[in-house]
């Protein structure tokens, strides 16, 4: 068993994966016992069920192509089994991945003696829950005890910044790795690292450069051999595999060299037999490669521009991930953005460097736990396990047990400096500064005293803190939220809160919740996304109680309490509570990335082909030139959504992952456009908003609520002549929302409300309920009870029917 | 949710980690990190904290998200000005809580103009 602490960090990459080790003062790259630091994520499985991992399964892709897979990492979190027909056996994606893991973690046994429990493995920044909790499921399969995740692009920035020293301002991370694309713009000062933002493409990496490379060959064979070939024919599928890794080795090739050749000797493509013999030069690669560069690119200037930066404004620009060593890549960022590349740093490794950092300041030690256990009084500890704090501070509690117990207690660090000498309080607790050494670890030991005055031994006895970085909170990638049945959604975390987060919001039911009926379900579907409407956000799970499983039938308007939890990886569980009963309900029923038919897709590209027709006509009617335009780029998209639905009737389910998320961003970019022409109303509509709270709030708000409107008005000014429409209804919420404070402070708002809500009888759903109601308040406004008047009102709010529409569109909740 | 005045006083940072406006970086992650091992095992004292509006439960989740908002030099400005009300200011009881518009057809009654998408 070693003596140090050991911590360990996994990239589990789309091609190829990584391990490093991290003992507090160093980080060790994990080499396979072919002496690499790469893994390339394939797997191969035989007819007698024995697996092959890494470089020996990708030369088995050529020759046994079937039962051979790479690329599984896309497919996480999506439930779709791949098959390995010679063991007759069908595995998950998250199950492939766990050989890999195996395969790193034996790495790890065989070169430092031990095998490891916990680990950090690393996730792109823009993997939703489904694939992170799939991730984790891998680990879990892979034999870890405990994992904790990162996103790839804090790891590749703890690593730079640890390398670094006093690395100071703003820089960027550029991840471009086998198919996903990261941009992080993080900034240090004093020790502290700081993730200001990310952007990316989960649909962007090696493989699309790849794919163009590919297409330009069966060009060039259609042209010299005369054949029609066309990459989305599924009858070409393993000829194409084949030829596509000869194309990435001479891509590799050509980062060194000028030219070189695509050589396969007959290639079965369909029913064409093809010595393929193509010259593929540098200048090929730039040509065709440029575009997709240069959305990456476009990416990361998007990204600053929107925290207010110029290129000329970063310190400099790490490079992480394969692609990026490519010529073409590195002049091309050169030229666009003008920044200083920052070097001596491995792209292909940072990011497991960076996960074994974290594991560090997660205090996550790789070390099984010792068999003989530690003997003495137990105690609870808390401190940063990595901090760049000098004097830090640690914290303990005594665990409540019988016996012998300290009074006091002292900090001794290895090389003899000890802290003061601090008592427990009545709490039985304590809180202490240290010193820490710069850039090491520091053991320390725990010295407790009895009332009189004898040593005590303490469990544990002894922990360690490694001075270095600090790391902030990571950040949430996405807002997450609830759909709600009027196709709104409710926030319960933006977009950037520090992780770990819980939050709690109570809702009502929409509709009566019947007990013992199977079919009667309560549904809170949980999204995730940017926008204020549920459907153009990602269903990423849903909780669902059924009447068969409540203890009493729930009326519509029951109130639930929910709550929902990430960890620090984002992992996401969720708990309901039906107030009336206290029952609580806590399985997330669905967790997959939702599936994309071929057929469905296609008739969002039909309906999406409508809208963008109806809005040009519009865009001509009013002379708007830059909406054009702007839909000229959608319609291009579109095309590119149409190449990716032909490749998934193919049987390319990643493909058909990327169209669906193309529709959805497309339907996005169109909604903008919509709010954009509708500008004109949203603008009046301020205007009546702030015309009509100003009265309520001058004469029924605090002053505060005077100050805060008033910044709320200012703010209504600023996005209305910047023409922002989300800050402008980001504004106009605040406006209400003050403005509805005031209002319920008017002696008339509650009978207001109650006529209101009687007019609208007719359609409550529990009309009986209803009328009676509506009798209780016409008696209380006879007495002039205001009282009545607001819970009877209330109350007639909860009988309100939803929109069937609204309520479809916002993923079928329940809630309101 | 856009948080109302009275939370925006209750939660301001500095009052969540117990911090003078002047405080330095190093100070802020110092005493974060101390509050959040401190509530992780339960500290009486962590357990609450004192704004202008009076008492107030702390929980893990308020301080990082007042440690997030202090790291940000841009959004640590508005809570420095907010921060430096003075204390004793008579501040009003906490307004009733402004009730989401339930009914469809509320927003005309308060005469928000047609209801709108977005
Ligand atoms: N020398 C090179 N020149 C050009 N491309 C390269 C080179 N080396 C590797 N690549 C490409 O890099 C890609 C793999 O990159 P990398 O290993 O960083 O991805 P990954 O980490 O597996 O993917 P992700 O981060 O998206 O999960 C492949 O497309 C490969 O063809
Ligand atoms: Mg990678």
């Keep these: ?816 | 949710m856009v948080p109302g005045l009275f939370e925006r006083i209750a939660q301001n940072p500095f009052y969540v980690l117990g911090l003078a406006p002047t405080a330095s970086r190093t100070e802020l992650e110092r005493e974060g990190s101390k509050l959040l091992s401190m509530l992780q095992l339960g500290f009486k004292d962590a357990l609450t904290y004192r704004s202008p509006l009076g008492e107030h439960p702390r929980t893990e989740e308020a301080v990082r998200a007042a440690m997030a908002e202090l790291r940000d030099p841009k959004r640590r400005l508005v809570h420095e000005l907010l921060a430096a009300l003075p204390a004793s200011q008579t501040v009003p009881a906490a307004p009733q809580a402004a009730p989401e518009l339930k009914w469809p057809r509320a927003p005309r009654v308060f005469g928000y103009g047609p209801k709108r998408e977005g």
């Design chain 1, 1 to 816: 068993m070693s003596e140090k602490s050991l911590f360990l960090g996994i990239d589990l990459g789309t091609t190829n994966s990584a391990a490093a080790v991290f003992d507090g003062t160093q980080v060790h790259l994990v080499r396979t016992p072919q002496g690499t630091t790469l893994t390339p994520s394939i797997v191969r499985l035989d007819a007698k069920g024995s697996v092959t991992v890494g470089a020996k399964a990708r030369r088995l892709l050529d020759l046994d192509p079937d039962n051979t897979r790479g690329e599984f990492k896309r497919l996480m979190g999506t439930g779709q089994a791949l098959d390995f027909p010679a063991a007759k056996r069908q595995l998950k994606p998250e199950q492939l991945a766990a050989e890999v893991l195996k395969s790193l973690r034996a790495d790890v046994q065989e070169q430092f003696g031990l095998a490891p429990a916990r680990a950090v493995i690393s996730v792109p920044a823009l993997f939703e829950l489904p694939q992170s909790s799939a991730t984790s499921e891998a680990a879990r399969l892979a034999g870890f005890e405990r994992v904790e995740l990162i996103q790839e692009p804090i790891a590749s920035a703890l690593a730079a910044g640890w390398t670094t020293h006093n690395a100071a301002g703003s820089w960027m991370v550029f991840d471009l790795g086998g198919g996903t694309f990261d941009a992080s713009l993080l900034e240090t000062r004093d020790g502290l690292l700081r993730v200001i933002g990310h952007d990316g493409d989960n649909f962007l990496g090696g493989r699309d450069f790849d794919h163009v490379l590919v297409d330009f060959v069966l060009e060039t064979l259609s042209a010299t051999q005369g054949v029609r070939l066309a990459r989305a024919d599924p009858a070409l599928a393993a000829g194409l595999r084949k030829l596509k890794l000869a194309v990435e080795d001479a891509k590799i090739e050509l980062t060194r060299e000028k030219a070189t050749s695509v050589l396969v000797p007959a290639l079965q493509l369909g029913a064409h037999v093809l010595d393929v013999d193509v010259t593929l030069t540098r200048d090929d690669v730039t040509r065709l490669c440029t575009p997709l560069v240069d959305r990456s690119i476009a990416v990361c200037v998007r990204l600053l521009r929107h925290h207010g930066l110029d290129p000329g404004q970063l310190s400099r620009l790490v490079l992480v991930g394969g692609p990026t060593v490519m010529p073409v890549l590195r002049q091309r960022l050169q030229d666009l953005l003008g920044v200083t590349l920052a070097d001596g740093l491995d792209p292909m490794t940072l990011v497991a460097q960076g996960a074994a950092l974290y594991a560090a300041s997660a205090g996550l030690d790789a070390r099984p736990a010792p068999k003989l256990e530690e003997q003495g009084r137990r105690i609870w500890l808390q401190y940063p396990a990595m901090t760049s704090d000098l004097s830090p501070h640690v914290v303990g509690r005594l665990v409540e047990e019988p016996g012998p117990k300290p009074v006091s207690i002292q900090l001794e660090r290895h090389d003899g400096w000890k802290s003061a000498e601090a008592p427990f309080n009545e709490e039985g607790a304590f809180v202490l500064a240290v010193d820490v050494e710069p850039r090491k670890p520091n053991e320390f030991t725990l010295r407790g005293k009895t009332a009189d005055g004898k040593a005590i031994a303490l469990k544990p006895s002894k922990f360690s803190i490694v001075q270095g970085l600090t790391l902030n909170d990571p950040p949430l990638s996405r807002t997450l939220g609830v759909a709600m049945a009027n196709d709104r959604v409710n926030t319960y975390f933006e977009r950037g809160a520090p992780l770990p987060a819980r939050r709690t919001f109570r809702h009502e039911t929409v509709e009566a919740l019947v007990k013992g009926q199977q079919e009667s379900v309560l549904r809170i579907p949980i999204v995730q996304g940017e926008y204020d409407h549920a459907h153009l956000c990602r269903l990423v799970g849903a909780l669902e109680v059924r009447g068969d499983q409540l203890d009493a039938t729930l009326p519509a308007g029951s109130q639930v309490e929910l709550t929902l939890e990430l960890d620090r990886g984002g992992r996401l569980s969720a708990r309901a509570m039906i107030v009336s009963t206290t029952q609580v309900f806590e399985e997330i029923a669905q967790l997959l990335v939702p599936e994309a038919t071929p057929e469905a897709l296609h008739g969002g590209l039909q309906a999406t082909r409508d809208r963008v027709t109806q809005l040009r006509t519009a865009a001509f009617r009013h002379g708007l030139t830059r909406h054009i335009e702007q839909l000229g780029q959608v319609e291009q998209t579109l095309g590119e959504v149409e190449r990716d639905i032909g490749a998934a009737r193919g049987g390319d389910t990643d493909a058909a992952q990327k169209a669906k998320r193309g529709l959805l961003e497309i339907d996005a970019t169109l909604d903008q456009l919509d709010g954009d022409s509708k500008f004109p109303e949203l603008e009046e509509e301020a205007v009546s908003a702030v015309s009509w709270a100003s009265s309520l709030v001058s004469r029924f708000a605090s002053p505060q609520e005077q100050r805060l409107f008033d910044e709320a008005v200012a703010g209504v000014e600023k996005a209305r002549r910047a023409r922002q429409v989300h800050e402008l209804q980001r504004r106009l919420r605040q406006v209400r929302q003050l403005g509805n404070a005031a209002y319920y402070r008017h002696p008339d708002a509650w009978p207001e409300q109650f006529e209101h809500a009687a007019s609208n009888l007719s359609s409550m759903t529990d009309l009986p309920k209803a009328e009676k109601l509506v009798a209780d308040g016409r008696a209380a406004m006879a007495r002039g009870d205001t009282t009545t008047i607001k819970r009877v009102t209330e109350q007639l709010w909860r009988l309100a029917p939803a929109d069937a529409r609204e309520r479809q569109q916002g993923h079928n909740s329940s809630l309101r």
